[in-house]
Structures are given as structure tokens and as C-alpha cells.
T-cell receptor, first 114, second 115 residues
Framework: AQSVAQPEDQVNVAEGNPLTVKCTYS??????LFWYVQYPNRGLQFLLK??????LVKGSYGFEAEFNKSQTSFHLKKPSALVSDSALYFCAVRDNNYGQNFVFGPGTRLSVLP | DAGVIQSPRHEVTEMGQEVTLRCKPISGHNSLFWYRQTMMRGLELLIYFNNNVPIDDSGMPEDRFSAKMPNASFSTLKIQPSEPRDSAVYFCASTWGTKNTGELFFGEGSRLTVL
């Protein structure tokens, strides 16, 4: 069965500092990994995904994530945080067997302090 | 493209009433998902369709919930009768392809309050 863990409910970081939001996963097949962001009263917005190839993937708004197969992790990173990055972040996994569901983590609330 | 369109955005109803939520997926997408989001339980999958066929409805809470997808451009989620514990934000999302590599596109959600 697929599962996703986001070990931190809340991450606080000062504006201008680097940020990391952690994600680990478990799948039976090969993982397809996704990050989403949710602003208040909005739907989830896609940030980036890892399907295959380079372990470092770049996405929207300056975010990137690194796929680490041995650690089954897909941490989200940004070199310099903005106050406007404050939001709820979700990691999701889908395995490569057709018809499988997206499984989302519980979410991590990021607060960037001015 | 207009994105995934959900209606209504907000619904307030009384316990026992029927509620119908609607979703129009992005044109060309062949998979559609219904999720429910609450503070207590986070984001839960209710049901998803591939090519208009329900694939997994194990997340549907009970017989009071039903979902249909009569064609590729429309889906409904119905709750009858509604209960206060059904209060949540309901999201519809769609994606495309046959190899699971496409990302989900979410609508803005329907916020349901059952009094």
C-alpha cells in the first residue's frame, strides 16, 4: 500500500533563509512524487513532480525538490523564503501501476516570518 | 483553459436535506477525483473515476454518499440525507493519461456547512 509521511506539522523560517519541508513515502512499485501548495480558501496548486531522470526537480515559484530513493524521501526546498510562501504544503505519491490513486500526506504548514 | 470548475462554492443547508455538488473537469482529462478536507482528518479521497467509470469508491463514507460521472465533462457528488458531520470542503480534481505521470488539477472547492 502507498503512504506518505510529512513529519512536521509546522515549519517556521525567517524571510530570506532557506526552507525545507520534509516528505517520506512508501510504494510497492516505482514512485511518482508530487508537491502541492494550498493557500487559504483555495484549492491545491501543483508545484512540481518527480517521474524519472534527474533527482533534483525544479518547479514553480523557485521551489525545488530532491528525490532520494535510498531514503525514500522527496523534500521540498527553496533557497530564500518569502513571506508569501506561507501556506499549507502537501506531498503526494502515486505508483507506476496504472489506475492507482494519488495518496497525500497530512500537510505541513509553513510560516515565513518577516 | 478555465481549469476545474466546481459549484456551488459555498452551501449552507440543514440536516436531512439533500446536497449536490458539481464538477466540470478540464477538457481532455480522463480521470476525476473527489476529495474531502477537514481540519481533523485532512485530505481524504472519496472516489475516483477513469474514463467515466468508478475505479475506487472505498473512501465514500456510507450509503448517504453517491457520485456519478455521466460523461467526460461532468460529475456530481450527492449527499442524502446530509448530517452536520458532513461539513467540510469538497474538492474535485482531474488529470490525464494512462501512465500515472500526470499531476492533479484541483478546483477551488465547495465549502459545505450542514446545520
Amino acid at each position: 500500500a502507498q503512504s506518505v509521511a510529512q513529519p512536521e506539522d509546522q515549519v517556521n523560517v525567517a524571510e530570506g533563509n532557506p526552507l525545507t519541508v520534509k516528505c517520506t513515502y512508501s510504494v510497492s512499485g516505482n514512485p511518482y512524487l508530487f508537491w502541492y501548495v494550498q493557500y487559504p480558501n483555495r484549492g491545491l496548486q501543483f508545484l512540481l513532480k518527480y517521474i524519472t531522470g534527474d533527482n533534483l526537480v525544479k518547479g514553480s515559484y523557485g521551489f525545488e525538490a530532491e528525490f532520494n530513493k535510498s531514503q525514500t524521501s522527496f523534500h521540498l526546498k527553496k533557497p530564500s523564503a518569502l513571506v508569501s510562501d506561507s501556506a499549507l504544503y502537501f506531498c503526494a505519491v502515486r505508483d507506476n501501476n496504472y489506475g492507482q490513486n494519488f495518496v497525500f500526506g497530512p500537510g505541513t504548514r509553513l510560516s515565513v516570518l518577516p | 483553459d478555465a481549469g476545474v470548475i466546481q459549484s456551488p462554492r459555498h452551501e449552507v443547508t440543514e440536516m436531512g436535506q439533500e446536497v449536490t455538488l458539481r464538477c466540470k473537469p478540464i477538457s481532455g482529462h480522463n480521470s476525476l477525483f473527489w476529495y474531502r478536507q477537514t481540519m481533523m482528518r485532512g485530505l481524504e479521497l472519496l472516489i475516483y473515476f477513469n474514463n467515466n467509470v468508478p475505479i475506487d469508491d472505498s473512501g465514500m463514507p456510507e450509503d448517504r454518499f453517491s457520485a456519478k460521472m455521466p460523461n467526460a465533462s461532468f460529475s456530481t457528488l450527492k449527499i442524502q440525507p446530509s448530517e452536520p458531520r458532513d461539513s467540510a470542503v469538497y474538492f474535485c480534481a482531474s488529470t490525464w493519461g494512462t501512465k500515472n505521470t500526470g499531476e492533479l488539477f484541483f478546483g477551488e472547492g465547495s465549502r459545505l456547512t450542514v446545520l
